[in-house]
């Protein structure tokens, strides 16, 4: 078996942590491969003989690969994401970051984990992507988002007016700091947080959520993930922030955009015992009353 680890870092206090997650695959008898700047980290504070092999880009992960590794929070998984592409890598998200809706399984399950990869008694979750078309090159070979697509004004520039359209015909005309359109996985992010739904993974959907309207009336919407969501903005300034996840680009109001449902999902791997109503119950603290 053969395993890619990516991480973005390597912080102090996780040095014991990927010690022991390397000796425990290592005794598992996985071959594994390394993300370069993260193994150029680390590598030097291992007393190891062993010889580890590296990679630097989507393309270097091929059929060989079994799983990907992230280690870090949700943005580690996020960016995982950008890595594996279209190759249908199962992505497996161990959580040294904070919430951890993505990257769902602890630091304390590790051998949990990999006895589950090494026995294959995992659950497959297939998670859609939404696509970014648009009349000029963005986000060089990764259009693609597994949480959100995000239009937003500029800083403290003032509020934009997005006009929104499905299929072509016209929704609704946004007045606001910028409108996010999120995947089910999204709907715990960014999302959530501008007071949208939580949506669950496979309900097929896409939801508009407004980020500081300046109409009361507004509030988010639910459609199918088979609808093409196209934008026209208008502002006082030149231009705008448009995003895919954690990535975004300063683009000008003048762009043609549009978004649909990417033609490939992204598998990750959950433990058995692990489901979505559990995720929510724990991280969200659903069921418990604080006042106790």
């Known amino acids: 078996m053969k395993i890619a680890i990516y991480s973005r870092g390597n912080e102090n206090n996780q040095q014991q942590d990927i010690i022991q997650l390397i000796d425990k695959l290592a005794l598992s008898g996985v071959e594994l491969v390394f993300y370069q700047n993260f193994f150029n980290q680390f590598y030097s504070a291992i007393n190891t003989n062993a010889k580890y092999s590296t990679f630097n880009s989507s393309e270097d992960l091929d059929k060989s690969i079994d799983f990907v590794i992230s280690l870090g929070g949700d943005g580690t998984l996020l960016d995982t994401v950008t890595l594996v592409k279209d190759s249908g890598i199962p992505v497996v998200g161990i959580n040294y970051g904070r919430l951890g809706f993505l990257a769902n399984i602890g630091k304390e399950d590790l051998s949990v984990a990999i006895q589950a990869l090494v026995n294959r008694t995992y659950?497959?979750?297939?998670?859609?992507?939404?696509?970014?078309?648009?009349?000029m090159p963005l986000f060089s070979d990764a259009p693609y988002a597994l949480n959100e697509f995000t239009l937003h004004k500029k800083d403290s520039s003032p509020m934009?007016?997005?006009?929104?359209?499905?299929?072509?015909?016209?929704?609704?005309?946004?007045?606001?700091?910028?409108?996010?359109?999120?995947?089910?996985?999204g709907s715990t992010g960014y999302s959530l947080s501008c007071n949208g739904p939580v949506v669950f993974p496979d309900s097929g959907s896409f939801v508009i959520t407004p980020v500081s309207p300046h109409n009361l009336n507004i509030r988010p919407i639910v459609v199918p993930d088979n609808n093409i969501i196209s934008f026209e903005v208008e502002g006082r300034t030149d231009g705008f922030l448009c995003?895919?996840?954690?990535?975004?680009?300063?683009v000008n109001k003048e762009i043609q955009l549009a978004i649909?449902?990417?033609?490939?999902?992204?598998?990750?791997?959950?433990?058995?015992?692990n489901n979505f109503l559990q995720t929510l119950r724990n991280k969200l603290s659903w069921g418990l009353d604080k006042r106790n």
């Open 123 to 135: 659950v497959l979750d297939k998670r859609t992507l939404i696509h970014l078309d648009a009349n």
């Open 160 to 185: 934009i007016k997005i006009h929104t359209y499905l299929n072509g015909e016209f929704l609704n005309t946004y007045w606001a700091d910028g409108l996010i359109v999120s995947t089910p996985t």
């Open 243 to 250: 995003s895919l996840d954690s990535r975004r680009e300063l």
């Open 260 to 273: 649909r449902k990417e033609s490939f999902d992204i598998n990750l791997i959950r433990l058995n015992e």
